[in-house]
DNA sequence: TGCGGTACGAACAAACTTGTAAGTAATGGC
DNA sequence: GCCATTACTTACAAGTTTGTTCGTACCGCA
């Protein structure tokens, strides 16, 4: 996003970690907004606003960010027309689609474990 | 792990991702070892010392906070045994385990994306 | 000429994560 | 007493991510 140092140890590490495929698999989802953002295109294309709308406590600033790392990363496409006032649409490659079951099931996880404690006061009083 | 600020946006944003069964299990792996040290301990329980030779480049501390933050988040469970010199063990709760599944699908996907390029010379010439 | 609408960009600041280096505790062996 | 061992802990520093604010471009409309 903002410009690496290349020789840090921070960035080394970072390279011995996406050689493997798990970690690499996670790289390409990691920071705060990313995986909102697949879920919510994966209905279909977005423009610019209309993600912006979904997400009332993301700024600007990170929308685009993060759209243009997932650009960059080959994650979503990008869709310019050339009007006035612009228009920009935004959808998932191929690549970001097959992230789809694997949400499901974390999604799954999530609300499994996300309050046990609640289940257990269900079942036991 | 570091002593966080309790009213930044940025906390009062993490409020809200947790409130999603996906990011909130995805909260839950975030940072860069804690989901290799998972992989690891899926084999077993391991000793620091062990996990240490596991992963040369990621220092101590880094380990010991992660297992420390993993420990809170109920992912390992850790035993300490009362000897000298010290004896520590981990080993994955079932909520950890449970991620199993699902780390081999982000695997799976990460060997398939990871260097598409390579597979299409191969295929095409 | 000034304003509204869209999708950004840039400068700056705050917060968080990660890495470096050194030190702690207790006991056994020399 | 001094060193080795194991599993940490602390102080410090560097690096990265996230958030705030302001400003741009273009056209149509009044």
Redesign the pocket.
């Known amino acids: 996003?903002?410009?690496?140092?290349?020789?840090?140890?921070?960035?080394r590490?970072?390279e011995h970690i996406i050689e493997c495929d798990l970690t690499y698999a996670v790289n390409k989802i990691?920071?705060?907004?990313k995986i909102l953002i697949i879920s919510k295109l994966e209905s279909g294309k977005m423009?610019?606003?209309?993600l912006?709308k979904e997400f009332p406590?993301?700024?600007?600033?990170?929308l685009?960010?993060?759209?243009?790392a997932m650009e960059q990363d080959g994650l979503v496409k990008?869709t310019?027309y050339a009007e006035?006032?612009?228009?920009?649409?935004?959808e998932l490659t191929e690549m970001a689609l097959a992230f789809g079951p694997i949400f499901k099931q974390l999604s799954e996880w999530g609300g499994k474990y996300r309050l046990p404690v609640k289940a257990t006061v269900e079942g036991e009083g």
């Open positions: 996003m903002a410009a690496r140092k290349k020789n840090s140890t921070y960035t590490n970072e990691n920071g705060r907004w423009r610019f606003g209309e912006k406590y993301m700024t600007e600033r990170m685009t960010l993060q759209l243009r990008r310019v006035i006032p612009p228009r920009v649409e935004y």
